[in-house]
């Protein structure tokens, strides 16, 4: 069992935040097929949130889930993301406040947040101490190895020394992109000058990898991993999975889909969890043209109907 705070988790495997993807509709399947200790949010912003944008409030709405979710919330004002997650706190369910360290993406790093925060260690000090005093909710943070160079020894001991109860680490540098494969050699060392749980993650695909890892590191993140194969979680935690999860998975991933997207986004959205899911799959190859294809969701949603029809 993997303690982050007072939280116990059931496995030591966390569904990975990714934007645009760990969405409510992706979040309430992965409860639905189960085996997976927790589920992170998208990134949210925590200028959003505090100034309460109609869109953000919409992306927060939680929803009883059986395994306990994470937010993850990213900004780079001490302030900001105190109050944020103050109202996390004390408005809505989510069981823990993960913030992001790692963002590579040009405009978050020029605000200074996301992997902006490892370039500037005084002030990831504060954003940590900060939400530290504004929640008892336990708290995360998910950096990557260094900006241009490692200094992960550095930033895990700040975060540690600043109150945080786990730390995430993506293997690679923010100058690395999503490039070559995740330096996980480095997570020994880590994990031994660290006094709080460690959670690894980078280029996980399979449970026998993820098992492997499990060894070096007190819990796994996985994000496209689990895209591509939904039911790695169950893999993981030792549970069966049938021939058949597969056609529900994508039937009921476009019925909430159509649950919680108007339709003008919904053919989007089926497309960018498919596009993942694709990777791997005998056969996929075929459906992923059709979906890309489709003119709409309607069209998407009949062909998958067809396809994997209910028994
Ligand atoms: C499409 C996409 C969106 C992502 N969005 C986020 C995010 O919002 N917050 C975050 O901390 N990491 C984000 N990440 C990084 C993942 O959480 C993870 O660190 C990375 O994909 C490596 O893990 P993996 O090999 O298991 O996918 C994103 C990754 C992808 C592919």
Not at 88 to 105: K, W, Y
Not at 203 to 229: P, S
Not at 238 to 263: F, K
Request: with cysteine.
């Amino acid at each position: 069992m993997l303690q982050i705070g007072k939280l116990s988790l059931e496995q030591p495997t966390v569904l990975a935040p990714m934007a645009g993807l760990t969405d409510r509709a992706l979040r309430r399947l992965m409860d639905e097929i189960g085996g997976c200790g927790l589920l992170v949010s998208e990134m949210i912003a925590a200028e959003g949130l505090r100034r309460r944008n109609r869109r953000t409030m919409e992306m927060i709405a939680d929803f009883k889930t059986r395994t306990p979710q994470f937010i993850q919330l990213f900004g780079a004002d001490p302030e900001a993301l105190a109050e944020a997650a103050a109202i996390v706190s004390a408005e809505t369910a989510f069981a823990g406040i993960d913030l992001n360290m790692g963002c590579p993406v040009p405009k978050v790093v020029r605000s200074g947040a996301g992997a902006g925060l490892l370039q500037d260690l005084p002030r990831l000090a504060a954003v940590v101490a900060a939400v530290r005093r504004s929640t008892p909710l336990p708290l995360t943070v998910k950096v990557r190895l260094g900006f241009n160079k490692v200094n992960v020894l550095e930033t895990t001991r700040i975060i540690a020394e600043q109150g945080a109860d786990a730390v995430a680490v993506h293997f690679r540098l923010k100058s690395e992109g999503y490039t070559g494969n995740a330096h996980w050699e480095l997570a020994a060392a880590v994990r031994d000058n660290l006094g709080i749980p460690l959670l690894g993650n980078g280029d996980i695909m399979t449970a026998a990898f993820a098992l492997e890892k499990l060894q070096t590191v007190d819990g796994v993140l996985i994000g496209r991993g689990a895209l591509a194969n939904p039911f790695i979680f169950r893999e993981i935690a030792g549970q069966t999975t049938s021939e058949n999860d597969l056609g529900a998975y994508v039937r009921r991933l476009a019925a909430l889909i159509e649950e919680h997207y108007p339709e003008k986004k919904r053919l989007g959205k089926l497309k960018a969890f498919t596009r993942f899911l694709v990777l791997s799959r005998p056969g996929s190859r075929s459906w992923k043209r059709r979906i890309f294809l489709s003119q709409d969701f309607g069209e998407a949603r009949g062909f998958l109907e067809e396809t994997f029809p209910c028994r």
